[in-house]
Protein backbone atom coordinates (compact mmCIF):
# COMPACT_ATOMS: atom_id res chain seq x y z
CA UNK A 1 0.00 0.00 0.00
CA UNK A 2 2.56 2.53 1.30
CA UNK A 3 4.41 1.54 -1.62
CA UNK A 4 1.94 2.72 -4.24
CA UNK A 5 0.90 5.99 -2.31
CA UNK A 6 5.29 6.54 -2.75
CA UNK A 7 5.14 5.77 -6.37
CA UNK A 8 1.53 7.76 -7.16
CA UNK A 9 2.69 10.78 -5.12
CA UNK A 10 6.21 10.61 -6.70
CA UNK A 11 4.68 10.60 -10.48
CA UNK A 12 2.20 13.07 -8.89
CA UNK A 13 5.40 15.39 -7.76
CA UNK A 14 6.95 14.71 -11.55
CA UNK A 15 3.41 15.87 -13.21
CA UNK A 16 3.48 19.36 -11.15
CA UNK A 17 6.77 19.74 -11.27
CA UNK A 18 6.78 19.68 -15.17
CA UNK A 19 3.55 21.75 -15.26
CA UNK A 20 5.04 24.42 -13.32
CA UNK A 21 8.01 24.38 -15.95
CA UNK A 22 5.88 24.84 -18.34
CA UNK A 23 4.15 27.48 -17.19
CA UNK A 24 7.35 29.29 -16.84
CA UNK A 25 8.31 28.00 -20.09
CA UNK A 26 5.19 29.79 -21.49
CA UNK A 27 5.41 32.88 -20.01
CA UNK A 28 8.93 33.33 -20.77
CA UNK A 29 8.15 32.60 -24.38
CA UNK A 30 5.24 35.10 -24.44
CA UNK A 31 7.26 37.72 -22.74
CA UNK A 32 9.85 37.51 -25.35
CA UNK A 33 6.91 37.34 -28.44
CA UNK A 34 4.87 39.97 -26.37
CA UNK A 35 4.62 42.05 -29.64
CA UNK A 36 3.42 45.83 -29.34
CA UNK A 37 1.31 44.79 -32.42
CA UNK A 38 -0.24 47.93 -34.22
CA UNK A 39 -4.09 46.51 -34.30
CA UNK A 40 -4.87 46.67 -37.50
CA UNK A 41 -6.70 49.85 -36.82
CA UNK A 42 -8.38 49.55 -40.23
CA UNK A 43 -10.92 46.59 -41.56
CA UNK A 44 -8.89 45.94 -44.89
CA UNK A 45 -11.24 47.60 -47.08
CA UNK A 46 -14.16 45.64 -48.62
CA UNK A 47 -12.55 43.82 -51.35
CA UNK A 48 -14.58 41.61 -53.63
CA UNK A 49 -13.60 37.68 -53.58
CA UNK A 50 -12.51 36.03 -56.67
CA UNK A 51 -14.75 32.97 -55.48
CA UNK A 52 -14.27 31.04 -58.79
CA UNK A 53 -10.38 30.65 -57.68
CA UNK A 54 -11.83 27.58 -54.98
CA UNK A 55 -14.07 25.96 -58.01
CA UNK A 56 -10.96 24.79 -59.67
CA UNK A 57 -10.31 21.46 -57.47
CA UNK A 58 -8.63 19.27 -60.44
CA UNK A 59 -5.20 18.70 -58.81
CA UNK A 60 -3.80 17.61 -62.19
CA UNK A 61 -4.36 20.06 -63.68
CA UNK A 62 -1.76 22.51 -64.09
CA UNK A 63 -1.76 25.43 -61.31
CA UNK A 64 -2.00 27.99 -64.32
CA UNK A 65 -5.52 26.19 -65.24
CA UNK A 66 -7.05 26.82 -61.82
CA UNK A 67 -6.42 31.12 -62.08
CA UNK A 68 -9.86 32.24 -62.87
CA UNK A 69 -9.92 32.92 -66.75
CA UNK A 70 -6.52 32.54 -67.54
CA UNK A 71 -5.87 35.62 -64.57
CA UNK A 72 -2.24 34.53 -64.57
CA UNK A 73 -1.48 34.63 -68.54
CA UNK A 74 -2.55 37.97 -68.19
CA UNK A 75 -1.70 39.25 -64.80
CA UNK A 76 1.37 39.34 -62.44
CA UNK A 77 0.41 37.09 -59.41
CA UNK A 78 1.43 38.99 -56.23
CA UNK A 79 1.91 35.95 -53.31
CA UNK A 80 1.43 37.37 -49.56
CA UNK A 81 3.63 34.76 -47.55
CA UNK A 82 1.74 35.86 -44.36
CA UNK A 83 -1.75 34.69 -44.10
CA UNK A 84 -2.55 39.09 -43.62
CA UNK A 85 -5.01 39.77 -46.03
CA UNK A 86 -6.95 36.67 -45.67
CA UNK A 87 -7.54 36.77 -49.47
CA UNK A 88 -7.60 33.63 -51.23
CA UNK A 89 -7.41 35.49 -54.46
CA UNK A 90 -8.10 38.71 -55.48
CA UNK A 91 -7.75 40.73 -58.76
CA UNK A 92 -6.51 44.09 -57.66
CA UNK A 93 -6.71 47.03 -59.85
CA UNK A 94 -3.81 49.84 -59.28
CA UNK A 95 -4.56 52.76 -61.48
CA UNK A 96 -4.17 51.03 -64.78
CA UNK A 97 -2.79 48.23 -63.37
CA UNK A 98 -4.08 44.84 -62.28
CA UNK A 99 -2.23 42.12 -60.54
CA UNK A 100 -3.58 39.14 -58.80
CA UNK A 101 -3.54 38.96 -55.28
CA UNK A 102 -3.05 35.71 -52.94
CA UNK A 103 -2.03 33.88 -49.18
CA UNK A 104 -2.23 30.68 -51.12
CA UNK A 105 1.43 29.79 -51.08
CA UNK A 106 0.47 27.31 -53.64
CA UNK A 107 0.87 29.42 -56.47
CA UNK A 108 4.68 29.61 -55.80
CA UNK A 109 5.04 27.00 -58.65
CA UNK A 110 2.95 29.03 -61.13
CA UNK A 111 4.34 30.69 -64.07
CA UNK A 112 3.41 34.12 -63.50
CA UNK A 113 3.99 34.39 -59.87
CA UNK A 114 5.71 37.01 -59.92
CA UNK A 115 6.37 38.61 -56.32
CA UNK A 116 6.38 36.99 -52.76
CA UNK A 117 5.39 39.68 -50.13
CA UNK A 118 6.24 39.55 -46.49
CA UNK A 119 5.43 40.43 -43.44
CA UNK A 120 8.38 41.27 -41.43
CA UNK A 121 6.95 40.19 -37.29
CA UNK A 122 5.80 36.82 -39.54
CA UNK A 123 9.12 36.40 -41.12
CA UNK A 124 10.51 32.97 -40.32
CA UNK A 125 13.30 31.18 -41.94
CA UNK A 126 10.92 28.30 -42.61
CA UNK A 127 9.55 27.18 -45.34
CA UNK A 128 10.60 30.23 -47.33
CA UNK A 129 10.02 30.63 -51.45
CA UNK A 130 12.98 28.90 -52.56
CA UNK A 131 14.55 28.15 -55.09
CA UNK A 132 13.95 32.17 -55.74
CA UNK A 133 13.86 32.40 -59.72
CA UNK A 134 15.46 35.15 -61.60
CA UNK A 135 11.91 36.72 -61.75
CA UNK A 136 11.31 36.72 -58.39
CA UNK A 137 10.66 39.82 -56.14
CA UNK A 138 10.79 39.77 -52.65
CA UNK A 139 9.07 42.59 -50.46
CA UNK A 140 8.95 43.42 -47.00
CA UNK A 141 6.41 44.90 -45.29
CA UNK A 142 7.11 46.10 -41.69
CA UNK A 143 5.62 48.73 -39.43
CA UNK A 144 5.78 46.88 -36.30
CA UNK A 145 8.33 47.83 -33.22
CA UNK A 146 11.95 47.01 -34.47
CA UNK A 147 12.12 44.57 -31.25
CA UNK A 148 9.68 42.06 -33.17
CA UNK A 149 12.31 40.29 -35.20
CA UNK A 150 15.91 41.84 -35.14
CA UNK A 151 17.45 40.01 -38.13
CA UNK A 152 15.99 42.21 -40.82
CA UNK A 153 17.57 44.71 -39.39
CA UNK A 154 20.91 43.63 -40.89
CA UNK A 155 22.41 44.21 -44.23
CA UNK A 156 22.76 40.69 -45.35
CA UNK A 157 18.45 40.14 -44.76
CA UNK A 158 17.10 43.73 -45.61
CA UNK A 159 19.31 43.50 -49.01
CA UNK A 160 17.38 40.55 -50.23
CA UNK A 161 14.15 42.60 -50.37
CA UNK A 162 13.82 44.32 -53.92
CA UNK A 163 10.69 46.57 -52.60
CA UNK A 164 10.28 47.74 -48.93
CA UNK A 165 7.40 49.49 -47.14
CA UNK A 166 8.83 50.60 -43.12
CA UNK A 167 8.80 52.92 -40.88
CA UNK A 168 12.23 54.46 -41.68
CA UNK A 169 11.77 57.52 -43.89
CA UNK A 170 14.34 55.93 -46.57
CA UNK A 171 11.97 52.97 -47.55
CA UNK A 172 10.29 52.81 -50.59
CA UNK A 173 6.84 53.52 -48.82
CA UNK A 174 7.84 55.47 -45.69
CA UNK A 175 5.11 54.81 -42.74
CA UNK A 176 6.51 57.16 -40.45
CA UNK A 177 3.42 58.85 -39.51
CA UNK A 178 1.22 56.19 -39.64
CA UNK A 179 0.37 56.61 -36.44
CA UNK A 180 -0.52 60.29 -36.87
CA UNK A 181 -4.55 60.14 -38.27
CA UNK A 182 -4.05 64.16 -39.35
CA UNK A 183 -2.36 67.73 -38.97
CA UNK A 184 -5.74 68.79 -37.42
CA UNK A 185 -5.83 66.42 -34.72
CA UNK A 186 -2.23 68.06 -33.54
CA UNK A 187 -3.96 71.35 -33.79
CA UNK A 188 -7.38 70.35 -32.11
CA UNK A 189 -8.11 72.25 -28.88
CA UNK A 190 -10.32 69.38 -27.89
CA UNK A 191 -8.66 68.20 -24.64
CA UNK A 192 -6.33 71.16 -24.37
CA UNK A 193 -6.74 71.98 -20.12
CA UNK A 194 -6.15 76.09 -19.44
CA UNK A 195 -2.85 76.18 -17.38
CA UNK A 196 -4.60 77.41 -14.73
CA UNK A 197 -6.80 74.71 -13.79
CA UNK A 198 -3.60 71.93 -14.60
CA UNK A 199 -2.08 74.53 -11.52
CA UNK A 200 -5.04 74.12 -9.42
CA UNK A 201 -4.82 69.78 -10.00
CA UNK A 202 -1.49 69.60 -8.99
CA UNK A 203 -2.94 69.94 -5.78
CA UNK A 204 -3.73 66.07 -6.19
CA UNK A 205 -1.94 65.36 -9.07
CA UNK A 206 1.95 64.92 -9.84
CA UNK A 207 3.28 67.25 -12.78
CA UNK A 208 4.06 64.58 -14.66
CA UNK A 209 2.33 60.92 -15.80
CA UNK A 210 3.25 57.79 -17.25
CA UNK A 211 1.35 54.71 -18.54
CA UNK A 212 3.16 51.46 -19.37
CA UNK A 213 2.95 48.16 -19.11
CA UNK A 214 5.12 46.74 -21.43
CA UNK A 215 8.13 46.82 -18.96
CA UNK A 216 11.96 46.83 -19.34
CA UNK A 217 11.63 46.60 -23.66
CA UNK A 218 14.73 47.65 -25.34
CA UNK A 219 14.83 50.93 -24.76
CA UNK A 220 15.48 50.37 -21.24
CA UNK A 221 12.96 53.17 -20.36
CA UNK A 222 11.71 51.74 -16.86
CA UNK A 223 15.14 52.36 -15.59
CA UNK A 224 14.95 55.98 -16.45
CA UNK A 225 11.75 56.67 -15.57
CA UNK A 226 12.74 54.69 -12.27
CA UNK A 227 15.76 57.49 -11.27
CA UNK A 228 13.83 60.08 -12.89
CA UNK A 229 10.88 58.97 -10.23
CA UNK A 230 13.73 59.80 -7.20
CA UNK A 231 13.44 63.52 -8.17
CA UNK A 232 10.18 64.30 -9.63
CA UNK A 233 6.79 63.30 -8.55
CA UNK A 234 5.79 61.22 -11.17
CA UNK A 235 1.89 59.59 -11.21
CA UNK A 236 2.66 55.87 -13.07
CA UNK A 237 -0.81 54.32 -13.83
CA UNK A 238 0.60 51.43 -15.68
CA UNK A 239 1.87 48.12 -14.74
CA UNK A 240 5.20 49.28 -15.11
CA UNK A 241 6.19 51.55 -11.95
CA UNK A 242 3.11 51.41 -11.13
CA UNK A 243 2.08 54.18 -8.21
CA UNK A 244 -1.30 55.02 -8.86
CA UNK A 245 -4.24 53.04 -9.90
CA UNK A 246 -6.50 54.08 -12.70
CA UNK A 247 -10.55 54.46 -12.22
CA UNK A 248 -12.06 51.26 -12.29
CA UNK A 249 -14.08 51.88 -15.95
CA UNK A 250 -10.73 52.42 -17.47
CA UNK A 251 -8.28 49.50 -16.61
CA UNK A 252 -9.25 47.52 -19.15
CA UNK A 253 -6.65 47.72 -21.89
CA UNK A 254 -8.86 48.53 -24.36
CA UNK A 255 -10.20 51.50 -23.09
CA UNK A 256 -6.56 53.13 -23.68
CA UNK A 257 -8.35 55.13 -26.54
CA UNK A 258 -11.25 56.01 -24.60
CA UNK A 259 -12.25 59.39 -24.18
CA UNK A 260 -11.79 59.56 -20.17
CA UNK A 261 -8.77 58.23 -20.47
CA UNK A 262 -7.62 61.16 -22.89
CA UNK A 263 -9.50 63.35 -20.60
CA UNK A 264 -7.66 62.06 -17.72
CA UNK A 265 -4.03 61.99 -19.14
CA UNK A 266 -5.11 66.32 -20.47
CA UNK A 267 -4.84 67.08 -16.73
CA UNK A 268 -1.44 66.64 -16.16
CA UNK A 269 1.61 69.20 -17.50
CA UNK A 270 3.91 66.11 -18.74
CA UNK A 271 3.59 62.86 -20.22
CA UNK A 272 6.58 60.62 -20.51
CA UNK A 273 6.51 59.14 -23.92
CA UNK A 274 9.27 56.52 -24.28
CA UNK A 275 9.16 54.24 -27.16
CA UNK A 276 9.80 50.82 -26.50
CA UNK A 277 12.87 50.83 -28.93
CA UNK A 278 15.56 53.11 -30.57
CA UNK A 279 15.47 53.76 -34.09
CA UNK A 280 15.39 57.12 -36.52
CA UNK A 281 11.94 57.05 -37.94
CA UNK A 282 10.06 55.27 -35.11
CA UNK A 283 7.66 56.93 -33.53
CA UNK A 284 4.42 55.95 -32.31
CA UNK A 285 1.16 57.14 -30.45
CA UNK A 286 3.16 58.04 -27.80
CA UNK A 287 4.59 60.90 -29.13
CA UNK A 288 1.23 61.84 -31.10
CA UNK A 289 -1.11 61.57 -28.13
CA UNK A 290 0.42 64.49 -25.88
CA UNK A 291 0.57 67.04 -28.68
CA UNK A 292 -2.96 65.84 -29.09
CA UNK A 293 -4.05 66.05 -25.71
CA UNK A 294 -2.43 69.45 -24.86
CA UNK A 295 0.16 68.14 -22.78
CA UNK A 296 3.64 68.31 -23.00
CA UNK A 297 5.61 65.21 -24.32
CA UNK A 298 8.82 64.14 -22.73
CA UNK A 299 10.30 61.69 -25.45
CA UNK A 300 12.38 59.27 -25.32
CA UNK A 301 12.62 57.30 -29.28
CA UNK A 302 13.51 57.98 -32.36
CA UNK A 303 17.33 60.11 -32.13
CA UNK A 304 15.81 62.06 -35.21
CA UNK A 305 12.60 62.92 -33.76
CA UNK A 306 13.30 66.88 -34.78
CA UNK A 307 12.82 66.02 -37.87
CA UNK A 308 9.21 65.37 -37.59
CA UNK A 309 7.53 67.71 -34.13
CA UNK A 310 5.31 70.21 -35.16
CA UNK A 311 7.45 72.93 -34.10
CA UNK A 312 10.83 72.83 -32.22
CA UNK A 313 9.50 74.13 -28.92
CA UNK A 314 6.51 71.07 -28.77
CA UNK A 315 8.55 68.52 -27.09
CA UNK A 316 11.23 68.44 -24.13
CA UNK A 317 13.65 65.50 -26.27
CA UNK A 318 15.56 63.10 -23.41
CA UNK A 319 18.93 63.26 -24.02
CA UNK A 320 19.87 59.80 -22.86
CA UNK A 321 23.60 60.93 -21.85
CA UNK A 322 22.29 63.38 -19.37
CA UNK A 323 21.54 62.62 -16.18
CA UNK A 324 17.50 61.54 -15.47
CA UNK A 325 18.56 63.77 -12.05
CA UNK A 326 18.84 66.95 -14.72
CA UNK A 327 15.80 66.33 -16.94
CA UNK A 328 13.70 65.93 -12.85
CA UNK A 329 15.61 69.49 -12.39
CA UNK A 330 14.45 71.24 -15.81
CA UNK A 331 10.65 69.91 -15.43
CA UNK A 332 10.41 71.08 -11.60
CA UNK A 333 12.18 74.29 -13.08
CA UNK A 334 8.80 74.52 -16.31
CA UNK A 335 6.08 73.44 -13.04
CA UNK A 336 6.55 76.27 -11.20
CA UNK A 337 6.89 78.45 -14.31
CA UNK A 338 3.85 79.18 -16.02
CA UNK A 339 5.59 81.72 -18.72
CA UNK A 340 8.05 78.73 -19.78
CA UNK A 341 5.94 76.39 -19.45
CA UNK A 342 3.29 77.73 -22.29
CA UNK A 343 6.16 78.14 -24.47
CA UNK A 344 5.89 74.53 -25.11
CA UNK A 345 2.26 74.91 -25.96
CA UNK A 346 3.07 78.13 -28.14
CA UNK A 347 2.27 76.57 -31.61
CA UNK A 348 -1.05 74.43 -30.19
CA UNK A 349 -2.59 77.58 -28.90
CA UNK A 350 -2.04 79.35 -32.21
CA UNK A 351 -2.49 76.19 -34.15
CA UNK A 352 0.92 76.46 -36.03
CA UNK A 353 2.66 73.61 -36.98
CA UNK A 354 6.06 75.14 -38.85
CA UNK A 355 7.66 71.77 -39.52
CA UNK A 356 7.10 71.81 -43.27
CA UNK A 357 8.37 68.38 -43.64
CA UNK A 358 5.74 67.32 -41.49
CA UNK A 359 3.12 68.53 -43.39
CA UNK A 360 4.25 67.40 -46.29
CA UNK A 361 4.52 63.91 -45.25
CA UNK A 362 0.98 63.76 -44.63
CA UNK A 363 -0.39 65.76 -47.43
CA UNK A 364 1.75 63.13 -50.08
CA UNK A 365 0.91 60.20 -47.90
CA UNK A 366 -1.63 57.98 -50.21
CA UNK A 367 -3.19 56.54 -47.14
CA UNK A 368 -4.95 56.91 -44.34
CA UNK A 369 -5.20 56.25 -40.30
CA UNK A 370 -8.73 55.30 -39.38
CA UNK A 371 -10.02 56.98 -42.42
CA UNK A 372 -12.18 55.08 -44.40
CA UNK A 373 -12.37 57.56 -47.32
CA UNK A 374 -8.63 56.50 -48.07
CA UNK A 375 -6.47 53.60 -48.99
CA UNK A 376 -5.25 51.79 -45.95
CA UNK A 377 -0.77 51.41 -46.62
CA UNK A 378 -1.16 47.49 -47.55
CA UNK A 379 -3.47 48.17 -50.28
CA UNK A 380 -0.86 50.94 -51.16
CA UNK A 381 1.99 48.51 -50.68
CA UNK A 382 0.56 45.99 -52.90
CA UNK A 383 0.06 48.24 -55.07
CA UNK A 384 3.24 50.33 -55.29
CA UNK A 385 4.63 46.15 -56.05
CA UNK A 386 2.20 45.87 -58.82
CA UNK A 387 3.21 48.90 -60.45
CA UNK A 388 6.79 48.38 -60.38
CA UNK A 389 6.29 45.22 -62.23
CA UNK A 390 3.73 46.83 -64.98
CA UNK A 391 6.67 49.10 -65.46
CA UNK A 392 9.38 46.70 -66.35
CA UNK A 393 6.62 44.56 -68.13
CA UNK A 394 6.28 47.80 -70.60
CA UNK A 395 9.60 48.23 -70.91
CA UNK A 396 10.66 45.15 -72.04
CA UNK A 397 7.83 45.48 -74.44
CA UNK A 398 9.65 48.54 -75.51
CA UNK A 399 13.02 47.16 -75.78
CA UNK A 400 13.83 49.18 -72.56
CA UNK A 401 16.06 48.05 -69.96
CA UNK A 402 13.94 47.13 -66.95
CA UNK A 403 14.67 48.78 -63.88
CA UNK A 404 16.04 47.32 -60.44
CA UNK A 405 14.39 47.55 -57.23
CA UNK A 406 16.62 46.73 -54.31
CA UNK A 407 16.43 47.70 -50.39
CA UNK A 408 19.18 49.57 -48.59
CA UNK A 409 20.60 48.85 -45.03
CA UNK A 410 19.28 52.55 -44.19
CA UNK A 411 15.57 51.17 -45.08
CA UNK A 412 15.40 49.03 -42.20
CA UNK A 413 18.37 50.72 -39.63
CA UNK A 414 18.51 50.42 -36.08
CA UNK A 415 21.77 50.79 -33.44
CA UNK A 416 21.98 47.74 -30.68
CA UNK A 417 20.13 47.99 -27.42
CA UNK A 418 21.60 49.95 -25.12
CA UNK A 419 21.06 49.79 -21.52
CA UNK A 420 21.62 53.60 -20.02
CA UNK A 421 24.98 53.62 -18.53
CA UNK A 422 23.45 54.84 -15.35
CA UNK A 423 22.25 51.63 -14.21
CA UNK A 424 24.24 49.47 -17.23
CA UNK A 425 25.64 47.12 -13.86
CA UNK A 426 22.29 46.97 -12.05
CA UNK A 427 21.07 43.58 -13.93
CA UNK A 428 19.21 41.98 -11.50
CA UNK A 429 15.85 43.99 -11.26
CA UNK A 430 14.66 41.75 -13.84
CA UNK A 431 15.95 38.95 -16.17
CA UNK A 432 14.43 40.53 -18.88
CA UNK A 433 16.31 43.93 -19.34
CA UNK A 434 19.31 42.11 -19.89
CA UNK A 435 18.06 40.23 -22.89
CA UNK A 436 17.98 42.44 -25.88
CA UNK A 437 21.73 43.16 -26.26
CA UNK A 438 22.71 39.51 -26.81
CA UNK A 439 19.70 38.66 -28.96
CA UNK A 440 20.42 41.71 -30.86
CA UNK A 441 24.20 40.39 -31.22
CA UNK A 442 23.06 37.10 -32.02
CA UNK A 443 20.40 38.61 -34.57
CA UNK A 444 23.20 39.24 -36.73
CA UNK A 445 24.42 35.57 -36.95
CA UNK A 446 21.19 34.53 -37.70
CA UNK A 447 20.73 37.41 -40.71
CA UNK A 448 24.38 35.97 -42.04
CA UNK A 449 23.61 32.25 -41.64
CA UNK A 450 19.94 32.69 -43.39
CA UNK A 451 21.54 34.62 -46.28
CA UNK A 452 24.00 32.00 -46.69
CA UNK A 453 21.53 29.54 -46.89
CA UNK A 454 19.13 31.91 -49.11
CA UNK A 455 21.89 32.39 -51.57
CA UNK A 456 22.38 28.54 -52.01
CA UNK A 457 19.30 28.55 -53.22
CA UNK A 458 17.16 25.75 -52.18
CA UNK A 459 14.94 25.31 -49.59
CA UNK A 460 16.91 24.34 -46.28
CA UNK A 461 15.35 22.94 -42.52
CA UNK A 462 15.40 24.44 -39.37
CA UNK A 463 17.83 22.09 -37.82
CA UNK A 464 20.45 23.36 -41.05
CA UNK A 465 19.85 27.15 -39.98
CA UNK A 466 20.82 26.54 -36.76
CA UNK A 467 23.93 25.02 -37.53
CA UNK A 468 24.96 27.67 -39.51
CA UNK A 469 24.10 29.76 -37.45
CA UNK A 470 26.27 28.08 -34.45
CA UNK A 471 28.61 27.64 -37.16
CA UNK A 472 32.72 28.39 -35.31
C1 LIG B 1 -4.68 27.08 -53.04
O1 LIG B 1 -4.67 26.96 -54.42
C2 LIG B 1 -4.71 25.64 -54.88
C3 LIG B 1 -4.53 25.67 -56.39
O2 LIG B 1 -5.34 26.64 -56.96
C4 LIG B 1 -6.02 25.00 -54.45
O3 LIG B 1 -6.06 23.67 -54.86
C5 LIG B 1 -6.14 25.05 -52.94
O4 LIG B 1 -7.40 24.60 -52.52
C6 LIG B 1 -5.96 26.50 -52.47
N1 LIG B 1 -5.91 26.49 -51.04
C7 LIG B 1 -6.67 27.31 -50.32
C8 LIG B 1 -6.52 27.21 -48.84
O5 LIG B 1 -7.45 28.10 -50.81
C1 LIG C 1 13.37 76.26 -35.14
O1 LIG C 1 13.36 75.75 -36.45
C2 LIG C 1 13.50 76.76 -37.43
C3 LIG C 1 13.28 76.13 -38.78
O2 LIG C 1 13.74 74.83 -38.84
C4 LIG C 1 14.87 77.39 -37.29
O3 LIG C 1 15.05 78.37 -38.27
C5 LIG C 1 14.95 77.99 -35.92
O4 LIG C 1 16.25 78.53 -35.72
C6 LIG C 1 14.67 76.98 -34.87
N1 LIG C 1 14.59 77.62 -33.60
C7 LIG C 1 15.26 77.21 -32.57
C8 LIG C 1 15.06 77.98 -31.32
O5 LIG C 1 15.99 76.24 -32.60
C1 LIG D 1 15.36 41.70 -56.96
O1 LIG D 1 16.42 41.39 -56.08
C2 LIG D 1 17.24 40.35 -56.55
C3 LIG D 1 18.22 40.02 -55.44
O2 LIG D 1 18.92 41.14 -55.05
C4 LIG D 1 17.90 40.79 -57.83
O3 LIG D 1 18.69 39.73 -58.32
C5 LIG D 1 16.82 41.14 -58.85
O4 LIG D 1 17.42 41.66 -60.01
C6 LIG D 1 15.88 42.18 -58.30
N1 LIG D 1 14.76 42.38 -59.21
C7 LIG D 1 14.36 43.60 -59.59
C8 LIG D 1 13.21 43.64 -60.54
O5 LIG D 1 14.87 44.61 -59.22
C1 LIG E 1 12.32 20.94 -50.18
O1 LIG E 1 11.31 20.93 -51.15
C2 LIG E 1 11.03 19.63 -51.66
C3 LIG E 1 10.05 19.78 -52.78
O2 LIG E 1 9.02 20.67 -52.45
C4 LIG E 1 10.47 18.78 -50.53
O3 LIG E 1 10.17 17.49 -51.01
C5 LIG E 1 11.53 18.68 -49.45
O4 LIG E 1 11.02 17.97 -48.37
C6 LIG E 1 11.94 20.07 -49.01
N1 LIG E 1 13.06 19.95 -48.13
C7 LIG E 1 13.14 20.65 -47.03
C8 LIG E 1 14.42 20.49 -46.29
O5 LIG E 1 12.23 21.35 -46.61
Given at each position: ?16 S ?9 Q???E ?5 R??H?L????R ?15 L?E ?5 VG??Y??I ?5 IT ?5 L?ECG ?13 S ?22 RK ?8 HE ?5 N ?10 L ?6 F???S ?5 TQ????LH??TT???L ?6 N ?13 S????P????VY??E????VQ?D ?6 H?K????H??DS???E????Y??L ?6 L????A ?11 R ?11 G?P ?13 V???NEK?E ?6 K?L??N ?7 L ?6 E ?6 I??L ?6 V??I?Q ?15 W ?13 I??A??N ?7 R?F?F ?10 RG ?7 QS ?9 L ?6 F ?7 EVF??
Amino acid sequence: MARISAKKLFIFCVCISAFIFLIITFQVVEELGQVERTVHRLPLKEREELTQIQVFEDINLPLKEKIPGGVGDQYPLIVWWSPITGESGRLGECGNNRCFFTINKSYYSHPSAQAFLFYGTDFSIENLPLPRKRHHEWALFHEESPKNNYKLFHEPVITLFNHTATFSRNSHLPLTTQYLESLHILTTHTYLLPLAQKNVLRQTLAPIVYVQSDCDPPSDRDVYVQELMRYVQVDSYGQCLHNKDLPSHLRDSTSMEEQDFYHLLAQYKFILAFENAICDDYITEKLWRPLKLGVVPVYYGAPNVHLWLPSNRSVIVVDPNEKPENLAQYLKRLDKNDWEYLTYLEWKHKREIPNQRLIAALQERQWGVQDITQDNFIDVFECMVCNRIWENKNRKKQGLPTKIWQADVNHLRCPAPRMFDFAAGQLSRTSLRGIWRPSFEQSRREARALRLLIQRNRNFTVNEYWKEVFRD
